[in-house]
Antibody, heavy 120, light 110 residues
Framework: QLQLQESGPGLVKPSETLSLTCTVSGGSISSSNYYWDWIRQPPGKGLEWIGSIYYSGSTYYNPSLKSRVSISVDTSKNQFSLDLTSVTAADTAMYYCATHIYFFYYMDVWGEGTTVTVFS | QSALTQPASVSGSPGQSITISCTGTSSDVGGYNYVSWYQQHPGKAPKLMIY???NRPSGVSNRFSGSKSGNTASLTISGLQAEDEADYYC??????????FGTGTKVTVL
């Protein structure tokens, strides 16, 4: 059974880069069976899909964030990561990593989330 | 891409049925049978309740059902129970290989 755990700094300063990591257990991040996703939720607001990566390195991003987002995979650590540049207070949110099975279009495993606050 | 439209809140008494709508476009909800629904209790991660419009994952109560007509998908909760009080989000795959979530609906059990 796959399990996901987010980690990273809880505080980021405006204009800097937010970097988070999701550690995968119970399966291999190199598996061709999965896409790996990032989703966020600002306080008191709804869910926003950030992007996905396939084990091959193919990436898909939310058009509204595409210019600032990068998702990558580290197979040696069984992790995938999110980088979001030039952050502002609007990027303050709970960030979730999740996964969906190749050729299926729903996120069936989620991490518990990690809170990131942007403030100076 | 714009968020899918859901009612902000829906309420019902225990035992009743409620339905939550999720309206998109022909580029997302209307174009694919890839609508999913998630339940989120306060302080918790979302939980998959329905996938591919009307399928329930193992372990999800059969009181939850989904459907779709045109650009609008729906989630129905029958036999409403106190534990169903939560936020619910729809999601759809889109024509540009991305995902979009709904605005979210708070379900209150009266």
């Amino acid at each position: 059974q796959l399990q996901l755990q987010e980690s990273g700094p809880g505080l980021v300063k405006p204009s800097e880069t937010l970097s988070l990591t999701c550690t995968v257990s119970g399966g291999s991040i190199s598996s061709s069976n999965y896409y790996w996703d990032w989703i966020r939720q600002p306080p008191g607001k709804g869910l926003e899909w950030i992007g996905s990566i396939y084990y091959s390195g193919s990436t898909y991003y939310n058009p509204s964030l595409k210019s600032r987002v990068s998702i990558s995979v580290d197979t040696s650590k069984n992790q995938f990561s999110l980088d979001l540049t030039s952050v502002t207070a609007a990027d303050t949110a709970m960030y979730y990593c999740a996964t969906h099975i190749y050729f299926f279009y729903y996120m069936d495993v989620w991490g518990e989330g990690t809170t990131v606050t942007v403030f100076s | 891409q714009s968020a899918l439209t859901q009612p902000a809140s829906v309420s019902g008494s225990p035992g009743q049925s409620i339905t939550i709508s999720c309206t998109g476009t022909s580029s997302d909800v209307g174009g694919y049978n890839y609508v999913s629904w998630y339940q989120q209790h306060p302080g918790k991660a979302p939980k998959l309740m329905i996938y591919e419009v009307s399928n329930r994952p193992s372990g999800v109560s059969n009181r939850f059902s989904g459907s779709k007509s045109g650009n609008t998908a729906s989630l129905t909760i029958s036999g409403l129970q106190a534990e169903d009080e939560a936020d619910y989000y729809c999601s759809s795959y889109t024509s540009i290989s991305t995902y979009v979530f709904g605005t979210g609906t708070k379900v209150t059990v009266l």
